[in-house]
């Protein structure tokens, strides 16, 4: 708990100044104003975050938090649960989809073992923080204790510090869990009061009986709990995941450092929604990827408050919409460094006086 409240405690806003300077600049570069859109936008938000006028983000670093979760027993999804198992020994391999969009930036892919079912070699090139071997299962009792909600937080707070002392100017965020939409769509009705018919979509697969089913499941999970909506904490522990959880901790953890962290698709929203409940300031620290096709996503964002700059109607997950994004922020980089402001460009091409 300590680490969670000092990582909050530590987390400021952007630099507003910068922020000034950064859109000045770019409405003196040789171009119609606003006509770079979004790309104007996101080098604004970096300089505020890094507080440099040109930020430099050459270390990129996926964190991909991988768990179980107990609900599968419920039949919610087609998928078998062992695949989280395989999928994480995959990632350091580099054979993951993510790995493969990763490769083209030359993105550094982290997996970290938050509580995947089952026993991972220690030369798998995975970091072991298992907390347990997946959640229970939620439609049961409680996902997780309170005090496991926040363990995995921290372990995403921990893992995201390091790769940050190392050198990381960027960081992603990425999961692997079998499973983990039930969560994700559960805690998304906590949170909005809606009906999760609303926010449950197919995921990597729905079980054989198919959306009413998983949204049964997951009404039964919050009847059963009765989790606190205005306790994220608790909403986490009673019908979350672990490694939802330890997405939220990366997000903290990177803006406590003024880092900014692209978030991927609908489960890494959620993550992102939690951190906003545990400290708003983190908003301005988030770059939002892609608008998943899963249905709850769209509302996510819209309740964060954030637009996906991406449209590519992917659903995959693993932070694969996270590393697609990052060349869009290389471009709004380079747009800063390489640009010419239309002074600049007005005396290259005066002819010198002879």
Not at 46 to 68: F, H, R, W, Y
Not at 336 to 341: E, L
């Amino acid at each position: 708990m300590q680490l969670l409240q000092s990582t909050i405690h530590n987390i400021q806003g952007v630099q507003k100044e910068m922020m000034e300077q950064a859109k000045m600049r770019i409405d003196t570069l040789c171009k119609p104003p606003g006509s770079l859109g979004k790309l104007e936008s996101i080098a604004v938000q970096l300089a505020g975050i890094t507080e440099q006028l040109v930020p430099s983000l050459e270390q990129k670093v996926m964190i991909v938090c991988a768990a179980d979760h107990g609900v599968c027993e419920e039949g919610v999804t087609s998928n078998p649960q062992d695949v989280t198992l395989l999928q994480t020994l995959n990632f350091p391999k580099g054979g993951t989809g993510v790995c493969a969009i990763a490769r083209i930036t030359n993105t550094k892919v982290v997996t970290v073992d938050v509580g995947v079912k089952g026993d991972i070699p220690p030369d798998a090139g995975v970091i072991m923080q298992k907390i347990k071997y997946g959640t229970a299962n939620m439609a049961r009792g409680s996902a997780m204790s309170r005090e496991e909600a926040i363990q995995s937080i921290e372990v995403g707070i921990h893992v995201a510090m390091e790769e940050i002392a190392q050198g990381a100017t960027v960081l992603g965020t990425g999961e692997m869990g079998i499973g983990n939409t039930t969560p994700s769509a559960a805690i998304l009705a906590v949170l909005t009061g809606c009906d999760p018919i609303d926010v449950t979509g197919f995921g990597a697969g729905v079980g054989q009986g198919g959306i009413a089913h998983k949204v049964a499941v997951i009404k039964k999970a919050i009847a059963i709990n009765q989790p606190n909506p205005k306790d994220i904490i608790d909403v986490l522990a009673k019908v979350g995941g672990l490694e939802i959880g330890a997405m939220a901790g990366v997000i903290l953890a990177a803006a406590a450092h003024r880092k900014p962290v692209v978030i991927d698709g609908f489960i890494s929203t959620i993550a992102a929604l939690i951190a906003y409940k545990l400290e708003p300031k983190v908003k301005d620290y988030m770059i939002p990827s892609h608008a998943s096709e899963e249905p709850g996503a769209k509302m996510a964002a819209e309740l964060l408050g954030i637009e996906p700059m991406l449209h590519m109607n992917m659903r995959l997950g693993e932070g694969s919409g996270a590393a697609l994004a990052f060349p869009i922020l290389d471009a709004a980089c380079s747009m800063m460094k390489n640009m010419a402001t239309l002074e600049e460009t007005m005396k290259l091409e005066k002819p010198n006086n002879v």
